[in-house]
């Protein structure tokens, strides 16, 4: 049972590139979450879905975009990068149907736009 | 709609000393609270979780909160800081059946030896 895991682990990107952050879990967890952590404001949430084919906005969608083709996976893609972007991203994922709600995290991928 | 504020950025304490993180939110409707560890290049992992019944909740590694409804507070607090104990602390609010959480901005704990 390895939880949330993300790849890749860092990534430096060229501003006006794309790249996709996968993100895949292992505990049959219908939500699932991305959000990303700047300096001192705490996590935003960008994007979450609620099962698989379904998929909302979250605080900071902007420049986002994700699907969710199965339980398992929630990848989340950026076109054309901007230096706004430079952060790092958290997937987690939670079962809304046990009584606690808790999210679980993966590591996480550090992210840069020069 | 619900938000979390976390009074000061940075705390330092000397170790052996009382540990004690400030949590205060607003949310219409009585909400789960959370307290959440980021230990440096990691993910977030759960250190307590308020959802009903009992105020006072224990949580992993001796940290323990309370829900104090009037105060909406959910002050996070350890008797004896640990070197170990030096780590980036998230308070949490999620209203219940909700599928949010919203985080404070963090407080970041240094412990001297």
């Known amino acids: 049972n390895a939880g949330v895991t993300q790849t890749p682990k860092f990534r430096i990107l060229k501003i006006g590139q794309s790249m996709t952050l996968q993100c895949t879990q292992d505990?049959?967890?219908?939500?699932m979450y991305w959000y990303r952590q700047d300096p001192g404001m705490g996590l935003k949430l960008i994007y979450y879905?609620?099962?698989?084919?379904?998929?909302d906005k979250g605080e900071v969608p902007n420049g986002y975009n994700v699907s969710r083709s199965t339980t398992e996976d929630f990848p989340l893609r950026l076109e054309l990068a901007a230096p706004s972007q430079t952060s790092v991203y958290f997937c987690?994922?939670?079962?809304?149907?046990?009584?606690?709600?808790?999210?679980?995290f993966g590591p996480g991928t550090r992210l840069t736009v020069l | 709609a619900q938000s979390v504020t976390q009074l000061g950025s940075h705390v330092s304490v000397s170790e052996g000393a009382l540990v004690l993180l400030r949590c205060n939110y607003s949310s219409s409707v009585p909400p789960y609270l959370f307290w959440y560890v980021q230990y440096p290049n990691q993910g977030l992992q759960l250190l307590l979780k308020?959802?009903?019944?009992?105020?006072l909740v224990k949580g992993i590694n001796g940290f323990e909160a309370e829900f104090k409804k009037s105060e909406t507070s959910f002050h996070l607090t350890k008797p004896s800081a640990h070197m170990s104990d030096a780590a980036e602390y998230f308070c949490?609010?999620?209203?219940?059946?909700?599928?949010?959480?919203?985080f404070g901005g963090g407080t970041r704990v240094l412990v001297k030896p």
């Open positions: 505990m049959n967890h219908n939500y």
């Open positions: 987690a994922s939670s079962n809304p149907a046990s009584l606690t709600d808790t999210q679980y």
């Open positions: 308020y959802t009903t019944g009992a105020t």
């Open positions: 949490a609010v999620l209203i219940p059946w909700g599928n949010k959480l919203t």
């Open positions: 879905s609620v099962g698989a084919g379904i998929t």
